[in-house]
């Protein structure tokens, strides 16, 4: 990163004026503009080149890309103009793809022309080094076909389904078949969305929904105990994704109550698959106390309960094996993860993904965190980042596996360890941010602070500056 003085920010902020005014004079057009600026001011890179090409301020692009996201149906992102200043001049610091898509958009201009596509001009350490944009067509911003389907998420969705819920209890108060249908689709729909809203927005969202079936069960109107018996299902499976919320947000006194609450009703509802997986998750905010005799005991309940196949798998990989290398039992570890395996190798249908399926980044997760608490510091490294691979950039299950591998690099490699963990500050918004990705930086910064490495300064104001993902009035943290 190279420092420039205020005095020489100011003068580069008048020359760029002149240079532009000079253009428009000559007929240039923003690109031949920004290229001028770019030759002539060689401190200015690409990003911050185009704007003042178009002769804006920071505050006006944000003002733009909020526009934006409203004539999208979308609440404006948290994008600050110390964020655009951060993406404009630092070597290492990117923003997400969903941030390119919008500033390629509102810029209208391709990512390359921004420094953001195949030849940028931030330097990037070459472990940072990820997928790049493929070529695109005139003011557009094309995105590789994998990455393309999160570069932009909405909340729109989240109070529709809601609405839909509760329309259709309008219409028949005590519950039926069709409500029950859909009270499912809800959950399904919440399951697989979990990651790509903030968790306080989806906690809301999956709390109102909760308290809709909880009407209906409390309706004087007679219901049949088979669907009623099916609502109890849905509110127990809607009580797990709160206590995995609640546990997200750090609220883990919380998590505790609604995992609880889906254990009961689990067991009430005869759905051996969810009280199972609410003990898994009950393992794993007692693991977050270190409480890991505890963990064990939840999971030693989850397994007694969960179906064979993949939610034995999960159990063992995500309750079970975690917890053992914590306690330095290896062997019993081992079994753990020999374990999941066969139950993986016996189910037929696989993989699953959302919140309550179980996938290859999320075992490859937990086999690196526990090799890297074994010891076995050069598996995790190699394990991390293969699951780190195997996700989408800047997702929440991306940040845990980023910080598990600078964890895992911070003994041998704590260069790479601080700028890695900056990078993932960087992408992730502080409302996106879990409480488990924010324990793992907590960690890192107090393992690299001692080593006085290039990043790590930065790296522990940064931390030190996060807000809270709640604030002690009850605000969340900005995405």
Known sequence: ????????????????????????????????????????????????????????????????????????????????????????????????????????????????????????????????????????????????????????TTSAGLPAVRESLHLALLAEPAGSTAVVDLSEAAIEHYALGYSKHPPHLLFTEVHAARGLLMQALTSTTPTPDRIENELRRCVGWLSALLGNLAHHLGDHAGARVHLATATTYGDRSGDARLAGWAWGAQAMVARAAGQHIQALAHADRGLASAPAGLPRAQLHAWA?????????????????????????????????????????????????????????????????????????????GWAAAALLLAQAEAPTQPTDAAQRALDVLARVPAARLRSTSRSRLTQLDAALSPTRVTGADELHDRVRALPAIIDAHGTAAPA
């Open 320 to 396: 079970q094996l975690p917890s053992l290398a914590a306690l330095n039992r290896q062997r019993e570890a081992d079994a753990a993860l020999a374990a999941a395996m066969r139950e993986l190798e016996a189910d037929a249908a696989g993989w699953a993904p959302g919140r309550f399926g179980y996938d290859i980044a999320e075992h490859q997760l937990h086999e690196a965190d526990a090799d890297r608490a074994l010891g076995r510091t050069e598996k995790a490294v190699a394990t991390a980042e293969t699951s780190m691979n195997a996700c989408i950039t800047a997702t929440p």
């Open 1 to 152: 990163m190279t420092t420039v003085s205020r005095s020489r920010r100011a003068a580069i902020q008048k020359a760029a004026a002149e240079i532009r005014e000079r253009c428009l004079h000559s007929g240039s057009g923003v690109e031949r503009t920004a290229d001028v600026i770019r030759a002539e001011l060689p401190e200015v890179h690409s990003l911050e080149a185009w704007r003042l090409a178009l002769g804006w301020p920071r505050s006006r692009t944000i003002e733009r890309v909020g526009a934006l996201y409203r004539a999208r149906g979308l609440m404006p992102p948290g994008m600050s103009e110390s964020m655009l200043c951060r993406w404009e001049h630092r070597s290492f610091e990117r923003p997400s793809l969903e941030y390119v898509e919008v500033l390629c958009t509102v810029y209208q201009a391709r990512p390359e022309q921004l420094g953001l596509g195949r030849a940028p001009d931030y330097e990037q350490p070459q472990w940072a080094q990820g997928a790049r944009y493929s070529a695109p067509g005139p003011q557009a911003c094309v995105l590789p076909a994998r990455e393309s389907m999160v570069t932009m």
